[in-house]
């Protein structure tokens, strides 16, 4: 089911009424993983929504703390 992340991600984002936070790391879900094929991939469709995120100025990065 190649489209099912793409499908899955689209009723994430539009289901908000008034906020949509996404936590994950960027840099996992904006990479092909070693196992997949590109067109059995949502890597691209992230790295897109991450740019297009960063570029609206909407982007909040939280640093982890260390702990003490």
């Known amino acids: 089911m190649p489209n099912e992340g793409p499908r899955r991600l689209n009723v994430a984002l539009t289901r908000g009424r008034k906020r949509v ?3 994950g790391d960027w840099n ?5 993983a070693d196992y997949r094929e ?7 469709l992230y ?3 991450e740019e297009r995120i960063r570029t609206s100025g909407k982007m909040l990065d939280i640093a982890a703390k260390p702990s003490q």
């Open 28 to 32: 996992t879900l904006g990479k092909l």
């Open 21 to 23: 936070v996404i936590i």
């Open 47 to 49: 790295a897109q929504l």
């Open 38 to 44: 590109p067109e059995e991939s949502c890597a691209d």
